[in-house]
């Protein structure tokens, strides 16, 4: 069974610095993909940014990038140069197959400070 | 304007009164899912759709109900309805080849 782990219910950065939400996983299948969301308090969910099992590199999408290091099963999200409006509650997850089966983890809430 | 919707937005209902939300897409998706999200738990998924007439269990399918007769349409059905399937739902879609899910804007359901 697939299962995602963000062990950061609540993180706080200051404006402009960059910051890290972890994410691990666990699965036993060689292929699938990893996700992070972003859900602002409006509720809408937005998704950031994408990895695939079996990218060489690590995706970067603007202020995002994603810290795949496979061998301790972790998916990173790095966000460059903080923003207010980056205050949400983000999601990691992962799917198997383009998005059939998915997994999400609890989330993590994000507070920029001015 | 590509998009998911879902209705209703809002609905409160006493418990054993069947209801349906409907979600539809028109963006030609193979791909879709329903998700119920509660504080603390994140997203978990209720159900999924790979096509018409194919869909399958997702973590926590108990007491849903959903059927996939056009492409576009992926409803969600609650037979009998119960307080701790009080939540916020969402809905949500995807191409073949594209990791990218599009959420619909959610559904807050109370049962009473």
């Known amino acids: 069974a697939q299962k995602i782990t963000q062990t950061q219910p609540g993180m706080f950065v200051q404006e402009k610095e960059a910051v890290t939400l972890d994410c691990t996983y666990d699965t036993s299948d060689p292929s699938y993909g990893l996700f992070w969301y972003k859900q602002p308090s409006s509720g809408e969910m937005i998704f950031l940014i994408y990895q695939g099992s079996y990218d060489q590199q690590n995706a970067t999408e603007g202020r995002y990038s994603l810290n795949f290091q496979k061998a301790r099963k972790s998916a990173n999200l790095v966000i460059s140069a903080s923003q207010l409006g980056d205050s949400a509650m983000y999601f990691c997850?992962?799917?198997?197959?383009?998005?059939?089966?998915?997994?999400f983890g609890d989330g993590t809430t994000l507070t920029v400070k001015p | 304007e590509a998009q998911v919707t879902q209705n209703p937005r809002y609905l409160i209902t006493v418990t054993g009164k069947k209801l349906t939300v409907t979600c539809s897409q028109n963006?030609?998706?193979?791909?879709m899912s329903w998700y119920r999200q509660d504080p603390g738990l994140g997203l978990r998924q209720i159900y999924y759709s790979m096509n018409v007439e194919v869909t399958d269990k997702g973590d926590v399918p108990e007491g849903y109900k959903v059927s996939r007769k056009e492409k576009r349409n992926f409803p969600l059905i609650l037979e009998s309805p119960s307080p701790n399937q009080t939540s916020l739902y969402f809905c949500?879609?995807?191409?073949?080849?594209?990791?990218?899910?599009?959420f619909g804007p959610g559904t807050r359901l109370t049962v009473t």
């Open positions: 949500a879609s995807s191409p073949t080849g594209s990791p990218e899910q599009y």
């Open positions: 997850a992962m799917s198997y197959t383009n998005a059939g089966k998915s997994t």
């Open positions: 963006m030609n998706h193979e791909y």
